[in-house]
C-alpha cells in the first residue's frame, strides 16, 4: 500500500500532463489503468474510513482486543475494563460480598505507583483516595473513593494512587 501511495502524485502528473496534451487518443490501459482504479479504490476507502460515524459501527469482539478502524488509522485497538465503583453501606457489602472475612490494608497520606497482579476488589471503610490509571490504561477514567465504596480493579492495570486521607480497605483478589 505505501508503494502505491508513494507513486500516487506520479500518476496524477502523468494523468494531469496526458490530459493537457491530447485528450482525443489518450486512454490509460493495462496496468497503468489498474493502478488508477486502485488509487482511487484506496483513497475512497480512507475518505469513508473518516467519514463513516463510530456509532454505526458494530459493537467491539469479546475479548482484550478487536480489530476495530476509526478512520485515524488504528487497525486494531485495545478496550480497557473500567475501574467499577459501587457506593454501599459496610453492612450491603458484608452481606453482598462477604468483606468482613477479607483481609485488611492500610496507609498514610502518600502517593504511589500501583500494578494489578490479578483483579482486586476492595471496600473502603476509611479515607479518600483518587486512582489514576496509566500507561497502556490512560484512556480509562480515574475514580475518586472514599469510606463505603466498593472498587473493582482490573488485572494488569497499571496506576497511580494518591491517597489524601488516611486509607484502610478490606480487599480480595481473584
Same mark, same amino acid.
Not at 484506496?42 to 459501527?57: E, K, N, Y
Not at 476495530?68 to 457489602?93: C, D, P
Not at 471496600?123 to 486512582?131: A, C, I, M, P
Given at each position: 500500500?505505501?508503494?502505491i501511495l508513494a507513486t500516487a502524485p506520479q500518476l496524477s502528473t502523468?494523468?494531469?500532463?496526458?490530459?493537457? #496534451?491530447?485528450?482525443?487518443?489518450?486512454?490509460?490501459?493495462?496496468?497503468?489503468?489498474?493502478? %488508477?482504479?486502485?488509487?482511487?479504490?484506496? @483513497?475512497?476507502?480512507?475518505?469513508?474510513?473518516?467519514?463513516?460515524?463510530?456509532?454505526?459501527?458494530?459493537?467491539?469482539?469479546?475479548?482484550?482486543?478487536?480489530?476495530?478502524?476509526?478512520?485515524?488509522?488504528?487497525?486494531a485497538m485495545r478496550f480497557k475494563t473500567e475501574i467499577k465503583v459501587?457506593?454501599?453501606?459496610?453492612?450491603?457489602?458484608?452481606?453482598?460480598?462477604?468483606?468482613?472475612?477479607?483481609?485488611?490494608?492500610?496507609?498514610?497520606?502518600?502517593?504511589?505507583?500501583?500494578?494489578?497482579?490479578?483483579?482486586? @476488589?476492595?471496600?473502603?471503610?476509611?479515607?479518600?483516595?483518587?486512582?489514576?490509571? @496509566?500507561?497502556?490504561?490512560?484512556?480509562?477514567?480515574? #475514580?475518586? %473513593?472514599?469510606?463505603?465504596?466498593?472498587?473493582?480493579?482490573?488485572?494488569?492495570?497499571?496506576?497511580?494512587?494518591? #491517597?489524601?486521607?488516611?486509607?484502610?480497605?478490606?480487599?480480595?483478589?481473584?
Amino acid at each position: 500500500a505505501l508503494q502505491i501511495l508513494a507513486t500516487a502524485p506520479q500518476l496524477s502528473t502523468h494523468a494531469m500532463a496526458a490530459s493537457s #496534451v491530447s485528450t482525443s487518443n489518450v486512454r490509460p490501459r493495462g496496468p497503468a489503468l489498474a493502478i %488508477l482504479l486502485l488509487v482511487a479504490a484506496f @483513497t475512497l476507502h480512507i475518505v469513508l474510513g473518516f467519514l463513516a460515524p463510530t456509532a454505526s459501527r458494530a459493537p467491539p469482539a469479546l475479548g482484550p482486543t478487536a480489530s476495530h478502524g476509526h478512520g485515524r488509522g488504528r487497525v486494531a485497538m485495545r478496550f480497557k475494563t473500567e475501574i467499577k465503583v459501587e457506593r454501599l453501606s459496610e453492612s450491603e457489602a458484608d452481606k453482598q460480598y462477604g468483606i468482613s472475612s477479607w483481609p485488611t490494608w492500610g496507609c498514610g497520606v502518600s502517593k504511589f505507583d500501583w500494578e494489578y497482579s490479578g483483579t482486586e @476488589t476492595a471496600y473502603l471503610l476509611e479515607g479518600d483516595v483518587t486512582v489514576t490509571p @496509566t500507561g497502556d490504561w490512560s484512556d480509562v477514567p480515574a #475514580v475518586d %473513593l472514599a469510606a463505603g465504596d466498593l472498587a473493582t480493579f482490573p488485572d494488569g492495570m497499571t496506576c497511580i494512587w494518591d #491517597v489524601r486521607q488516611p486509607l484502610k480497605k478490606h480487599y480480595n483478589f481473584s
